[in-house]
């Protein structure tokens, strides 16, 4: 969609090219077109924002997204070259078939099994033409594959040489993606004394100069359990774990369609009453959920789905029946605006929007009630979904979302209903998921303590971050005391974040203007604000605008 000459962005991950152009038209239409298929009132939430319909455009079409090894694309390849380049090319047929990621798992166990005499060169040479290759813009023409590597837990000589070589490739290049993710587990490469303990400070080396890789704590409480090399993070924080009908993981499944909830809206309409809040809450679950069960159906009787069955990507897939292939997928009811409904909900003015470029001191007073009542809301949230899985028989998750369109599209249907003289009247965007507000003035490791606890109950996809004043280079202890932290905390997912500047001319990355190594001032912004790294002049309005809120957490570790 454009306006004025200029496109409209709802994501980051587009470029501005002929296909985008035309492929946004039609994505704009389809939705149109969805209003004679989609029941009137789940539409009408959508459009009122009140309840947001992701991937609205693929509802009778395709699923999210899936969790697959590389060897289910790469097959009987004869060698390590061939296996990449099979795989790289699956991922091209694959991305363009849902609308969602691709969880690789086991990344480095399962692509070490082609490698025969190669060196270490040889694979870092290949790991860097791989990501070259993702970063091609082979999504509908305009945007690069969502991609997600899931590595670390491989004990073998080769599994390490690869992971290794990827993260070595990472380090050499320019790269938003693929989305790394390296697995935390004790035992294996956590402590000093794990035989991949190396390979976990060369992932803190690479995070202290390229934000990537994040974390995923396999020793958490709630992914303990999980089978070593098939579970993992899909996208940009999707959890796909529990099933009802088959083991527990995220291989060869994925989420199916997910619906996000405007906290913000409830609370705006519940006069500063938490019963009418969770009255309210209750309602729009319930209605996610009728969407959800809709869009399943929908998707069963009429999706394109026939790759799944052919290359056997899908559990059950052998079986013909999209319904029961799909039932081992998940439908994710999501939220964002948590810290916002507090405010509304206790009329804290002074502490909502009113100093959104300042740092702002919140009480601990007012943190604790923040963390205690949100964790109310979102434990009984957790309550209703497990609720509907028990009373569908489907896989109901809850999930922390990305807000990365509806961050920036939530307040602007707010606005235009409550007006400018509401709470709300001045911001542009709202806080991500269960997040503390961007520019909470609180350390790294108050940060993890408040939003710890609410990874256990978000079952569907959660993630935390801290945020640094400037690029650690060459402080990866720092990088691994924050990770560390976190895991001891029980988070589920973790990032670290920072503004990372890289000069076009000669690949020079720092915190800069213009480039304190060749006087360049062509300067690449990458930031990361949904999970996923993109440049800054990519991203949507309401994450530009939170981007320009942040401020940096302080802590007792020093960048």
Avoid at 15 to 37: C, P
Avoid at 481 to 495: D, S
Wanted: aromatic letters at 10%.
């Amino acid at each position: 969609m454009r306006k004025s000459g200029i496109i409209i962005r709802d994501l980051a991950n587009c470029e501005e090219n002929a296909s985008a152009v035309i492929m946004k038209k039609g994505a704009f239409q389809e939705k149109a077109d969805l209003a004679q298929i989609i029941p009137s009132d789940f539409y009408e939430m959508h459009e009122s924002g009140r309840v947001h319909i992701h991937d609205m455009e693929f509802y009778d079409t395709t699923y999210n997204c899936i969790g697959i090894l590389p060897s289910d694309l790469a097959k009987d390849a004869k060698d390590f070259h061939m296996a990449v380049n099979r795989l790289f090319c699956g991922i091209v047929e694959l991305t363009n078939r849902q609308s969602g990621g691709i969880g690789i798992l086991d990344f480095d166990g399962d692509l070490s099994r082609y490698i025969k005499d190669e060196d270490d060169n040889t694979l870092r040479q290949e790991m860097t033409d791989f990501c070259h290759a993702l970063n091609l813009p082979v999504r509908k023409g305009c945007e690069k594959a969502y991609v997600t590597i899931n590595f670390g837990l491989s004990v073998s000589e080769n599994g390490r040489r690869l992971a290794a070589a990827l993260l070595d490739a990472y380090k050499s290049g320019i790269f938003t993606f693929p989305n790394l993710v390296f697995t935390v587990k004790s035992g294996v490469n956590r402590d000093e004394k794990d035989v991949n303990y190396h390979i976990f400070c060369k992932a803190a080396e690479t995070t202290a100069l390229c934000m990537n890789p994040t974390y995923l704590n396999l020793d958490a409480d709630f992914n303990s359990d999980m089978a070593l090399g098939k579970f993992g993070i899909m996208g940009c924080r999707s959890r796909i774990a529990a099933n009802r009908f088959s083991d527990s993981g995220s291989l060869h499944r994925g989420n199916i369609a997910a619906a996000s909830i405007n906290l913000v809206q409830l609370a705006l309409e519940s006069e500063n009453s938490t019963e009418r809040f969770m009255t309210l809450l209750d309602t729009a679950m319930e209605n996610a959920k009728e969407q959800l069960i809709h869009r399943f159906d929908t998707l069963a009787a009429n999706g394109s789905l026939s790759h799944l069955k052919k290359d056997g990507l899908y559990l059950d897939a052998n079986l013909g029946d999209n319904a029961h292939m799909l039932r081992n997928g998940t439908l994710a009811i999501g939220f964002i605006g948590l810290w916002d409904s507090f405010c509304i909900l206790h009329d804290y003015r002074s502490l909502y929007c009113e100093n959104e470029s300042k740092s702002l001191n919140i009480p601990p007073e007012i943190l604790s009630e923040f963390k205690e009542e949100g964790l109310l809301i979102i434990r009984h949230m957790r309550e209703k979904t497990d609720g509907f899985s028990e009373e569908t028989n489907k896989n109901f998750s809850l999930l922390a979302s990305s807000g990365e369109g509806i961050s920036g599209f939530f307040p602007s249907k707010d606005k235009a209903k409550y007006g400018s003289s509401s709470m709300i009247g001045s911001t542009e965007y709202y806080t991500n998921s269960f997040h503390v507000p961007v520019n909470a003035n609180i350390s790294c490791f108050e940060k993890i303590n408040i939003e710890a606890p609410f990874h256990a109950l978000c079952n569907g996809g959660h993630i935390s971050y801290v945020e640094l004043s400037e690029a650690p280079m060459g402080n990866s202890e720092a990088i691994r005391e924050l990770v560390t932290y976190a895991c001891e905390k029980n988070i589920g997912y973790f990032g670290i974040n920072y503004p990372m500047d890289v000069c076009r001319g000669c690949g020079h990355k720092g915190t800069f203007d213009t480039c304190p190594c060749c006087g360049g001032s062509d300067i690449m912004r990458l930031r990361r604000v949904s999970g996923y790294l993109s440049e800054e002049n990519s991203m949507t309005s309401g994450k530009r605008s939170e981007l320009h809120s942040r401020f940096a957490n302080k802590g007792r570790v020093s960048f």
